[in-house]
């Protein structure tokens, strides 16, 4: 028969319940750092593996008592300076990026073709005189 001791070396190598204690036990260090907290939460199962906040409570009784009606974050339109901008959602009214509406310029180097550059002519001053009641 096999020695104890050293079938358990030979198992204990990649075994996560028998980790040394060399450099203090890793694997609850890593298992609480990632949030993924076994205990039963405050609620039970609803909060395993999350970090608790009161935010989702106050959030909630601030609607309920209409105190949240000044609440900026609920509109998507952004005004900052002399552009415009909208707060593009995702799934959450706290969840947003901030994007402009529109560009700041409308500048382009190529010809839109409203007239052709290369036959270009001299523009002609017109007095108001000049223009024929046909015009007007």
């Not at 020695?3 to 990649?14: C, F, G, I, M």
């Not at 105190?67 to 005004?79: G, I, Q, R, S």
């Not at 310029?105 to 073709?113: D, I």
Request: aromatic share 18%; net charge neutral; hydrophobic share 35%.
């Amino acid at each position: 028969m096999e020695d104890v001791e050293t079938s358990y070396a030979a198992l204990a190598r990649d075994s996560l319940k028998a980790a040394s204690m060399e450099h203090g036990l890793q694997t609850t260090a890593v298992y609480w750092e990632g949030q993924m907290n076994s205990f039963r939460g405050v609620f039970g199962q609803a909060t395993y593996g999350q970090k608790w906040t009161w935010k989702l409570v106050d959030d909630r009784i601030r609607s309920q008592w209409g105190l949240d009606h000044c609440d900026v974050a609920k509109e998507p339109f952004v005004f900052y300076g002399d552009r415009g901008y909208f707060r593009k959602y995702y799934g959450d009214k706290d969840i947003y990026e901030i994007e402009p509406t529109k560009k700041r310029f409308n500048f382009s180097f190529f010809p839109t073709g409203t007239t052709d550059p290369f036959n270009r002519r001299a523009v002609a001053f017109v007095r108001f005189g000049q223009v024929g009641p046909e015009k007007l």
